[in-house]
T-cell receptor, first 115, second 115 residues
Framework: GNSVTQMEGPVTLSEEAFLTINCTYTATGYPSLFWYVQYPGEGLQLLLKATKADDKGSNKGFEATYRKETTSFHLEKGSVQVSDSAVYFCALSDSGRAGSYQLTFGKGTKLSVIP | NAGVTQTPKFRVLKTGQSMTLLCAQDMNHEYMYWYRQDPGMGLRLIHYSVGEGTTAKGEVPDGYNVSRLKKQNFLLGLESAAPSQTSVYFC??????????????FGDGTRLSIL
């Protein structure tokens, strides 16, 4: 079956530090990959996505590249801000049973950025 | 833009009571999903629907029932609540031409406590 493994947190960084959150996956076929962000008390929001090998997703200064050879989709940001404090989820989507396009999530990584 | 709306936002139940969580989406999406989020577990799929009048089991369906009588609504029911069902519940929807790479849109969640 499909699975997503992401680095466990919590991660605490100072403002303007470099961020990497590792994500690796196991899947049959050719999944699409996503990063979602969850701010306190809110639902998940799509941060970025990549749909095929070597695609780079980017948004709000965050980037992640779909690496098929290493089955990875690491999230990076060059300079984090306090407002980036949130929980980040890596996820994959494939057609699943009956074309359900279910998402398989990692367990989430909590990021805290301190001034 | 409403997107995905969940009601109620909070609820406390006693063991054995029943309740229904309502999810409504205004994006004309075909696919709808119910997840539960527990600390350290990420999001786990309870049930999903690939269209009006259809439902299917996800990863953790026991103790829950769902109905999709109208395309825009997806109801999650607990017939006899148990403390193990204390969780935050998220509804999501997705749609579009290329479903495999379409993101899911999430509601803000329902925080449910079973005493």
């Amino acid at each position: 079956g499909n699975s997503v493994t992401q680095m466990e947190g919590p991660v605490t960084l100072s403002e303007e530090a470099f961020l990497t959150i590792n994500c690796t996956y196991t899947a049959t076929g050719y999944p699409s990959l996503f990063w979602y962000v969850q701010y306190p008390g809110e639902g998940l929001q799509l941060l970025l996505k990549a749909t095929k090998a070597d695609d780079k997703g980017s948004n709000k200064g965050f980037e992640a590249t779909y690496r098929k050879e290493t089955t990875s989709f690491h999230l990076e940001k060059g300079s984090v801000q306090v407002s980036d404090s949130a929980v980040y989820f890596c996820a994959l989507s494939d057609s699943g049973r009956a074309g359900s396009y279910q998402l398989t999530f990692g367990k989430g990584t909590k990021l805290s950025v301190i001034p | 833009n409403a997107g995905v709306t969940q009601t109620p936002k909070f609820r406390v139940l006693k063991t054995g009571q029943s309740m229904t969580l309502l999810c409504a989406q205004d994006m004309n999406h075909e696919y709808m999903y119910w997840y539960r989020q527990d600390p350290g577990m990420g999001l786990r799929l309870i049930h999903y629907s690939v269209g009006e009048g259809t439902t299917a089991k996800g990863e953790v369906p026991d103790g829950y029932n769902v109905s999709r009588l109208k395309k825009q609504n997806f109801l999650l029911g607990l017939e006899s609540a148990a403390p193990s069902q204390t969780s935050v519940y998220f509804c999501a929807s997705s749609g579009g031409v290329h479903l495999s790479n379409q993101p899911q849109h999430f509601g803000d969640g329902t925080r449910l406590s079973i005493l």
